[in-house]
């Protein structure tokens, strides 16, 4: 299949500040990470919060450039672009954000949202413009005469539709969703993952799903990379991930993630202590290790490297070989052998 | 005999656009030492009941009508010098965001002491003796030095922490937790309700836990009710609410959570959007988004009916 996007070793840092006497420190976001998205299909990111998930979104799109390493659009090298010459780029890609009440002007009417893009991108005939925005609406489920309507007259779920309108006015080929359901309610996630999904299905879009929702990153992604402390993992086809859960990280995420069935109710969870480590100060060695209960000497000292543990199956653990976390995750197995 | 009884609860909002009706004519009863999950989207008057509860609502908030029944004594009428002996003491409450409910300017020590200096009458040693035992309780390490910060040096984590030790410290019978790990991540999350239960356990307290995810719901719960637009519409054992949910909206939002479906299938749906908490809809107030709604359902509000043994719906459908 052909690679839509490349990502190899890529690293951003931000500078802090910090105390009165402006120390600064590097904040390693992203710290060198590699992947390939293909065309057409949906990569999920999960990952807590602080574990350079939305960095990487941006880094992908080039909205910010990286400290180091190379990324690959469509075969050509972005990396150091300056922003003049990323136009095309912006037109063949999108964002989608997490709140959309923040990420949509308030003082923009749905029109003046909605005709942003194409404007910037040279579309001047006003025609064509209305038949576009008539036509996107539609897609994303809204009606004319909310055009004339600022964000704050609609509702949650209508502004991400406009969010997602927006995203995909000029037709692009990835669009990177930043947790786009988070902020939504139940009844109204579903309506925006089956728009989504749709979307997805007529546009053949490529997204680059960022959530921390096993739940609904189950249900929409085809495959799964787990990041922790600006590092990859983990990462699988959904299925393979799931079904075959191999990194401590992974399980103790998985086991934490509250699954809405009472009969998968587990009291064998395996739930690890401490909070994630100051990304100013990553821990030496595999960044998981001072939480893990099964780490020893060398994960101290050695960072373990991304490698190959079954078929398309990678994984950055010393211990994998050793340890058998299953047990832990078969709940979610049944989750799946109901539904597939 | 319930520990908590809430009967036609009714808070309403007198804004200067109208008037909210946040809670309206809500009822359910609490166990003792059970976990009873109040859930529902958001604006359903969830957090609402709770503060209604406690008394704590203010203008242009007013509790209108209803009881809440605590060891049979009505909450929602005794004096206020009354409802201070009960706050903390009997019913204490865990907000959603600690960093909002925590004073910045005094070190978490201090804090947690001060509710049982207050209902104890403890001296300076016998104070700081307890809020450390506290801090050690929920599992926060190092507690001598850890009473002596102020909330920003602690994670999110750690504040949650504080904030039940703080809730815990007066020995409530029951305590009333507002989405106390919405802000957190899922393995914090865990941790945290992993130590609720224990100490729910080890004191034998009732918990009201207020969320919209259904996860914990399942996860966590014993009983659980379904709060819309203020009313409670349905309440059962968490296990049959699953299994057999008889109310539209409850059936509804069940089918919206991505699970039970096969990767990347359409999802279920409820149609239409939240009725405005100022105008809502007449009769029962899900009619207009109900697919079996009918003529009666617009006209007239449906009762809480035990529909099976502990099992309480309201719905025209299943009144007999």
């Known amino acids: ?340 | 005999m319930p520990l908590l009884d809430v009967k036609g609860l009714k808070t309403y909002f007198y804004t200067n656009r109208g008037v909210v009706k946040a809670v309206d004519g809500a009822s359910f009863t609490v166990n003792e030492n059970e976990i009873f999950c109040l859930v529902g989207e958001t604006g359903c008057g969830k957090s609402v009941t709770a503060l209604s509860i406690m008394r704590l609502i203010f203008p242009p908030g007013k509790i209108l009508s209803g009881k809440a029944l605590y060891k049979e004594e009505d909450l929602l009428k005794i004096p206020e010098s009354e409802m201070q002996k009960i706050r903390g003491r009997e019913i204490s409450m865990v907000f959603q965001n600690p960093m909002n409910s925590l004073n910045p300017v005094f070190t978490i020590g201090y804090q947690i002491s001060e509710a049982p200096t207050v209902h104890f009458n403890l001296s300076k040693k016998e104070a700081w003796k307890r809020t450390t035992d506290l801090i050690r309780d929920v599992k926060i390490t190092d507690a001598d030095t850890r009473a002596k910060c102020y909330p920003h040096v602690l994670s999110g984590g750690m504040r949650q922490r504080t904030m039940m030790a703080m809730m815990l410290s007066c020995n409530p019978n029951l305590l009333i937790a507002d989405e106390p790990t919405t802000s957190l991540d899922v393995t914090i999350q865990a941790q945290i309700l992993d130590l609720l239960i224990e100490i729910k356990k080890k004191r034998r307290m009732s918990v009201i836990l207020i969320t919209h995810n259904f996860g914990l719901v399942a996860e966590f719960g014993d009983r659980v009710a379904v709060m819309y637009c203020g009313k409670v519409v349905e309440i059962g054992d968490v296990t049959t609410i699953f299994r057999n949910p008889l109310h539209p909206y409850t059936r509804g939002l069940l089918r919206c959570l991505p699970i039970g479906y096969k990767r990347k299938s359409k999802l279920g749906f409820i149609p239409g959007t939240l009725p405005s908490p100022i105008d809502t809809p007449s009769g029962c107030s899900f009619h207009p988004r109900c697919e079996h709604s009918t003529k009666s359902c617009k006209l007239r509000e449906p009762e809480l009916v035990e529909y099976e043994k502990n099992h309480f719906v309201a719905c025209h459908l299943y009144e007999r």
């Open chain 1, 1 to 340: 299949m052909e690679h839509l996007v490349e990502v190899q070793d890529l690293k951003k840092s931000f500078l802090t500040k910090g105390g009165i006497f402006g120390k600064s420190s590097d904040v390693k976001a992203v710290d060198g990470v590699d992947l390939y998205l293909n065309k057409g299909e949906t990569l999920g990111v999960v990952g807590e919060s602080g574990c350079g998930k939305t960095t990487l979104g941006r880094l992908v799109l080039r909205l910010i450039k990286p400290t180091s390493g190379k990324i690959n659009f469509d075969e050509v090298d972005i990396t150091n672009l300056s922003e003049r010459k990323l136009l095309w780029l912006r037109k063949r890609t999108g964002m989608v954000f997490q709140d959309p009440s923040a990420s949509l002007n308030p003082r923009m009417n749905i029109r003046s949202t909605l005709k942003r893009p194409l404007v910037v991108h040279g579309i001047k005939d006003k025609n064509t413009i209305q038949k576009r925005i008539i036509e996107m609406l539609e897609k994303v489920g809204l009606n004319e005469d909310q055009l004339e309507r600022f964000p704050h007259q609609i509702s949650g779920g209508q502004q991400q539709r406009v969010a997602i309108a927006r995203a995909i006015m000029l037709n692009p080929d990835l669009v990177v969703l930043d947790e786009p359901t988070s902020s939504l309610d139940v009844s109204v996630q579903a309506q925006i993952l089956n728009l989504l999904l749709k979307l997805q299905r007529d546009l053949n879009l490529t997204y680059l799903f960022i959530t921390h929702d096993l739940v609904v990153e189950r249900h929409v992604s085809d495959r799964i990379v787990v990041m922790y402390c600006g590092k990859i993992l983990e990462s699988a086809d959904t299925d393979e991930l799931l079904g075959n859960t191999m990194h401590p990280y992974t399980v103790s995420l998985f086991s934490s993630t509250p699954i809405p069935n009472p009969h998968l109710k587990s009291t064998n969870r395996f739930i690890v202590g401490g909070e994630p480590p100051s990304l100013i100060h990553p821990p030496r060695g595999c960044r998981f290790h001072p939480r893990c209960p099964y780490a020893e000497g060398k994960c101290k000292k050695v960072e373990p490297k991304l490698v190959e543990a079954a078929k398309d199956h990678f994984l950055a653990c010393h211990k994998f070989e050793e340890i058998d976390l299953l047990t832990y995750v078969k709940r979610f197995w049944k989750l799946m052998e109901r539904l597939n």
